[in-house]
């Protein structure tokens, strides 16, 4: 199985903020939280399930936890790519 | 023989607490939890992420946060009974429904009486409930618990005309603030209560649904979702909280796989609100539109998930919109998987 690589779960969730929220620079990404941007938990399952899609891979909200809202988009890319190289 | 449901009662009862103010009532207890400090921050801001956005419940137990012996969370369900049994008779004498019922099913997973809820309700109603009925209650179906009652009053014998199904679920009666376990604080975070009906006649009306398929499958896993014992009564406990919604997602399309669903068909679908996640990754897998989610996700929204009253709730909703076909689907403890189809009559 190919290996997840850290660059390739950045773009994913730049993917996502770019989409839903044009305002942010890509610039600044790595460095917010999800919390900063999401405020509704569908928001934040559509972001997970944005994920699984472009990776290929399955994530489980409970395992990523309390970091899906405290982490950095950055620390959660690499909690994303542990998870992903299992 | 045919069994058509007639009618669907759906009341909104309890008192309604959106996820700010449930926080707000959480934070206090979760500070001071017997942990260390990381741990204890990292469990306030687990529950600040199951709690995230707008979205309520119905609440039937006023001191669910004070409940402390075992007298304490058993009296509370029993008062939840019965202001639910109130409701739903309410309900009830406002809709058209048969003179006598021959059978009550009464359902409930979260909590034990006796007498229990069919015979309540067979005191409450006696001009409608007549002393020869059948009069049982089935415990323990979990989150399919109301799927599970429609299986079974849809497949009585010929000699039960009528029969009323009774669904109440209270998971708020289980509530221990005082427990470290997160499974226990994600049931806190993720239930509400409610109760459902519906009457089931082996006679077909004009509107009425006709129960076409059900479908059924045990997958194991009986460890997955069950309750633990804590010192005063039991809680809501999964055994493997890190993987569970994988678990959950893996076991379900695993039953679906059993079931000879005919993709199209349905118009209208009343999946069991689990959660947002798991709603969302289901209909993805099931192919689902985000439109034909979106009665379950509305009910998820107001009245979070009340276990195996939820489903009834749904498809009242689908059954007095305009739908014609519709399907159910319902996951829980067992771990089982509880399906069917419907349609609505000309």
Known sequence: ?86 | MGRYVRAICAPVIGVEWANDALLEALLPYVRTLPLAAPERLSLENFVRLLLIGWRTRRILCPDFLELRSFSDHAAAFEAAVTEAVRGLRRELDQMEVPAVFDAVVAISSTGNLLPGIADRLAEAWPDRIPAEALLVDVSNGGCTSGARGLRLASRLGPEYKNVLLAVVEVPTSLTDPCSVDRANWQGLCTFGDGAAAVWLSDEPAPGALEVDRVYSWHSGLPELIRWQYGPSYYRFAVSDLGGFEQKVRNAVFAAIGHFDWERGRADAWALHPAGMMLLLSLAKKLGLERQELEPSIRHFRKFSNMSGASLLHILRDLWISDAKELRWLAMGAGFHVEAGRGKVLE
């Not at chain 1, 790595?30 to 997970?48: G, N, P």
């Not at chain 1, 909200?61 to 809202?69: C, D, F, H, M, W």
Request: hydrophobic share 50%.
């Open chain 1, 1 to 86: 199985m190919r290996k997840l690589e850290r660059e390739t779960v950045l773009a994913a969730i730049a993917g996502f903020v770019t989409e839903h929220f044009p305002d942010v620079l890509a610039g600044q990404i790595e460095r917010l939280t999800a919390s900063q941007l999401i405020h509704q938990s569908l928001e934040l399952v559509e972001f997970v399930l944005h994920l699984e899609d472009r990776l290929g891979i399955e994530i489980d909200i409970n395992n990523l936890g309390e970091a899906l809202i405290t982490s950095t988009f950055g620390q959660l890319a690499d909690r994303i790519v542990a998870i992903g190289n299992g």
